[in-house]
Structures are given as C-alpha cells and as structure tokens.
C-alpha cells in the first residue's frame, strides 16, 4: 500500500494560482485577480482566463473584455472555472452562451514515497526531440509552440523510460515542476505498445524521488473526470481529490 499522509490544507484559489506557474501562457496578463493566458493554443491551461477572486467591473462587462483579449490574439475565448467558490460568474458565462466541459479533477497528496521504480527512469531539465515525440496531447503529436509552452516555468523536470533502442519510441513521459514546496505533476503518457509495464508508475516515483530532493513535500496533478485508468493510478499512489475546474468557450470558433 502507498504511503498515505495528509497534504497541507490550501485554499482553492491559492493552489490555482500555484499551479498557474508551473504551467504557463507564452503570453499572460492580470486582469483584477483574474489571470489571462495565451501560448498559440496548445492547451487549454496556457490559453485561459484563470477565474480566481474578482475581476474589475461586473461579471457581464468582465466576460466581454476576457473575450476581446483572446479574439485579439487570434484564439477563441476560454475561461478555467474552479469550483467550488466561483457560482455566479460561472452562471454569467453560461448566461453568455458560453459552452462548459467536461470536468478536471485536481488531485493533491504526498510527494511520495512510492516503490522504486522497477525500470530505468532519465531525469532532464529540458525535453529532448524523443520526450516531445513521446508526450501525446489528447492524444494528437505537439504543434510547434509545445515546447516553449512546456519550458515556460522554472525548477523543471523531464522523465523519460526507454525500454527498446531508437528508432522506437519511448515507453512513456512526464513532466514534473517544483514551486514552493509543491510538485506539480502534468503530461504523463505511455506509448500504446509498452501498457501495464508498470512504466507509468515508474515515472511518477522517479519524479516524486527528484521533488524530494529539491524539496517538494506535497504533490498536485490534474486529470479529465472521464480518465478512469489514470484516476484508479493516482489513487493507488495516495492522491485525493482536491477541487475541480472546468472549461468555457466563447461562442463560435
């Protein structure tokens, strides 16, 4: 059984705001206690109003300018909600006509430890050509502003498994970024061909071992509610949910 301890009680917004810097828009403005975010569309987390505390004026007249900053940049509108807390502006985007997706779960738990991990794990600073090509955004290859959008934080950590010699691909990423004494956790995919291999658990420990060392006590990561084999993964490992969030898009394309 993993290790099970209790992470430090912390605000919603406040862990937002956390996780904000470790995940971050090419481009980012505030707007009141609002955070406006744009990386050239790769991601949701990096092209999103982030709804946390007030924005100036009411929440109608607040909707429209969010909206004018995102269509200036050539990117349809999209604000990241957490709930609880944020009802009422939540409604008026709906009011808006502002559509809503599905819901992320934000787990929190230990930075470990977990088992070792049974295979070799590579740690880098940075992700070379191999990690870009093994990390699958909803599924899909990375467009050219992923890198800088990945690299666009600081205390970074790049894990890589390889399992069989190059041309073939590696059996599975994640990245990992430090702040304060949190680990926040993002991008862990394992390739089709090397599945129940345990190597996503294996890259998890080995971030978690590296966040350690650098001191990082509490880990936070965040999941699609419908990805129930990664949610049954982070809960073996101690994770429990935290607060959730969700998308809005403007109207139109």
Known sequence: MPARSTTPPVAVDELERLAARTWRGLEEEPYGDWLLRAGSGFTGRANSALVVGNAPGDPAEAITA???WYRDRG??????????GHAAVDDAF?????????DVLVLTGPAGPWPAPAVDVAIS?????????????????????A?????????????SVRLDAPPAPLAAVARGALADDWLVISAVTVDDRYRRRGVARA????????GRSRGGQ??????TASNHPALALYGSLGFTEHHRYHYRWAPGV
Not at 218 to 223: K, N
């Open 66 to 68: 969010v909206a004018g």
């Open 75 to 84: 990117l349809r509108p999209c604000a990241a909600v957490p709930e609880p």
């Open 94 to 102: 709906a009011a808006a006509g502002w559509s809503r997706d599905e």
């Open 125 to 145: 600073s940075s992700p070379d050509a191999a990690w870009l090509a093994g990390y699958r955004h909803r599924g899909a290859p990375l467009p050219a502003a």
């Open 147 to 159: 890198a800088a959008v990945l690299c666009n934080a600081e205390d970074l950590l790049f894990a």
């Open 203 to 210: 890259v998890m420990a080995a971030l978690a071992a590296e």
């Open 218 to 223: 509490s880990c936070m990561l965040q999941v």
